[in-house]
């Protein structure tokens, strides 16, 4: 069935369909990951985004029941080359196409991707759409669909992806700290990297207020990443200002370093096409170490490498960018305890270069006690913990507080609660994150959930404290740093050089531009495997002839859409394919 893929400047694409059909319109964007398409797919930060891979091969693995991010598909849509015709894995309980399908999510497959991303990355991420079935109509109708669809910028979208409700995830082994995460689009593996290293995480909505992070009493706060654009999330940047007044240690990934940077006082801008991918450099300035990181993200904090600037709780600093553009990738407080990255410390498909950063954040709790678990193991048995500092607005002693010093507790503020007593919280219901795995259970209703489960991040309005020990998800725990997830060495694999195609005069697969090995494959008759270019029409297990039209490339029932960009104006002579593909392939290279 055909699909077509509609940018607003007017390029189209035309492809097959794939997943689900109909329309949906979204940001065009593209990210650079190789492998862990089912984690880029369920992340909540690609929410209502169109996601082009420019891996070609997509869906090998097919889509298992371990690796979602989220409690479903998170894309507006997706856009790839070829995708697999089958799954092979172990792991796999069905193909990437039929969960697409199941969730309802349009996507397009069989076009020019790499033409695709040259569009993207030279005029940037913009609005489009992917049609197909009865959403088809004349090609200015769907230009004019996408024109009228929302942009990216000015986007408040965190509230469509944050929980309903305050939900648990319960530490591995024994409880040292216990902090408080405002979902703004949280992933699963981070609550699960956080309980690795004994931290009970309380998942609170993106709407909680300072009455209720302190209800908890934590030891630590954290920002998590998420879709939209940072200057509409004013509630979130509210409440990490208040976080900042009671020098609660702070710690905010991806959004939640574009949060903490609007906290302090720093503006945000929207970047042309953004970084999104797995292999992401990011230097450190203090030390100099170069980390290879995991990123999606279409905004960035303002700023310099190194810059040191004054904020109303200490002075700051930019500590990491990236040196492909210089793109803020993190920044620390001075004088008091908060840290945050742009990048994904987190990030289960690879790599792992900044796992270390969830430790750096059980340190900074350690050296700033402030909560319960943590400083109840350091004070005198049956000592009460001290309140929060006062925050500077409700300083009415006269006396300014000196910077880095904590000030001394007014009368009328409640010491809190003794340690004894848990939580408030831990009464929400519960996400076991151990090894063990559930029992079977009924097949749930679509998505993989049951209506009302508490059992992932963005569980239901319905869920609630009862309903803790009958959802329970339990899902492989991430082993600490220096430890074999497997118990063996692992050893990588060695690597080779791809093999060109064995027939003379066809480009060599690793130089030349994909486009000019298609058009040399179609002018001998096809691929070396098909009969009508080298193989034996008599012999056994020789691959049928494709389908009339198709083409003998991709084996596709269409070809690539390989019309020129920009089109000749209206009345001109026709004109070559690819006039300076040569020119444009060379300056790309170099």
Not at 64 to 75: H, K, L, M
Not at 78 to 92: L, Q
Not at 147 to 160: C, F, I, K, W
Request: proline share 12%; net charge negative.
């Amino acid at each position: 069935m055909t699909a077509l893929l509609v940018l607003e400047d007017g390029r189209i694409f035309r492809g097959e369909a794939y997943g689900a059909t109909g329309q949906t319109l979204g940001e065009a964007v593209f990210t650079t990951g190789m492998t862990g398409y089912q984690e880029t797919l369920t992340d909540p930060s690609y929410h209502r985004q169109i996601v082009l891979q420019t891996a070609p091969q997509i869906g090998n693995t097919g889509w298992n029941d371990e690796d979602d991010e989220s409690r479903a598909i998170q894309v507006a849509g997706y856009v790839v080359r070829d995708p697999a015709r089958r799954p092979s894995n172990w792991r796999a309980t069905g193909s990437l196409e039929d969960a697409l399908r199941a969730q309802g999510v349009v996507g397009i497959a069989g076009i020019d991707t790499r033409a695709a991303v040259r569009h993207l990355r030279e005029q940037g991420a913009m609005r489009a759409g992917i049609f197909s079935g009865t959403a088809l109509a004349a090609d200015d109708e769907l230009v004019e669909r996408v024109r009228q669809a929302p942009q990216m910028e000015g986007a408040d979208l965190y509230g469509a992806v944050t929980t309903a409700e305050t939900y648990v995830v319960p530490a591995v082994g024994e409880r040292r700290f216990v902090v408080a995460a405002l979902d703004v689009g949280i992933k699963f593996n981070t609550p699960r990297m956080m309980a690795a290293r004994g931290i009970e995480v309380h998942v609170l909505p993106a709407s909680s207020t300072i009455e209720t992070v302190e209800s908890l009493r934590p030891d630590g706060f954290f920002l998590a990443n998420g879709p939209g654009d940072p200057a509409t999330a004013d509630g979130p940047v509210a409440l990490a200002r208040q976080v900042l007044e009671r020098r609660i240690p702070l710690f905010g990934i991806c959004f939640g370093n574009q949060i903490l940077g609007r906290a302090l006082g720093r503006s945000t801008y929207k970047l042309r096409y953004g970084h999104r991918g797995i292999n992401i450099p990011v230097v450190e300035h203090a030390t100099g170490r170069i980390a290879i990181t995991s990123q999606n993200h279409g905004f960035a904090v303002s700023g310099e490498a190194g810059e040191e600037f004054d904020t109303p709780y200490g002075r700051a600093q930019i500590t990491h960018t990236c040196p492909n553009d210089g793109c803020v990738e993190g920044m620390a407080g001075l004088d008091f305890p908060a840290f945050s990255v742009q990048y994904h410390p987190e990030a289960a498909a690879g790599p792992h270069d900044a796992s270390d950063l969830f430790d750096r954040f059980v340190e900074l709790m350690t050296e700033y006690p402030v909560g319960y678990a943590g400083v109840a193991g350091q004070r005198p048995e049956g000592t009460a913990p001290a309140p929060y500092p006062r925050p500077e607005a409700e300083n009415h002693s006269g006396v300014e507080a000196r910077p880095g010093t904590e000030p001394a507790p007014a009368p009328a503020m409640t010491a809190q609660p003794d340690p004894a007593t848990p939580p408030t919280a831990t009464a929400a219901p519960s996400v076991d994150l151990r090894p063990t795995p559930p029992a079977p259970t009924p097949a749930p209703a679509a998505g993989g959930f049951e209506p009302g489960s508490p059992e992932g991040p963005h569980g239901g309005a319905d869920a609630g404290p009862d309903a803790a020990d009958e959802h329970t998800t339990r899902l492989p725990v991430t082993p600490p740093a220096g430890s074999s997830a497997t118990g063996r060495d692992e050893v990588e694999p060695p690597t080779s050089r791809m093999p060109a195609v064995g027939r003379p005069g066809t480009p060599d697969p690793l130089t030349a531009p994909f486009s000019d090995i298609e058009d040399a494959l179609r002018r001998d008759g096809g691929t070396p495997a098909h009969p009508g270019a080298t193989a034996d029409p008599d012999a056994e297990d020789t691959p049928a002839d494709p389908a009339p039209g198709g083409d003998p490339v991709s084996g596709r029932a269409r070809p690539v859409d390989d019309r020129p960009w920009p089109p000749p104006p209206t009345g001109s002579p026709s004109t070559p394919q690819h006039p300076d593909r040569h020119d444009q392939a060379r300056q790309e290279d170099h």
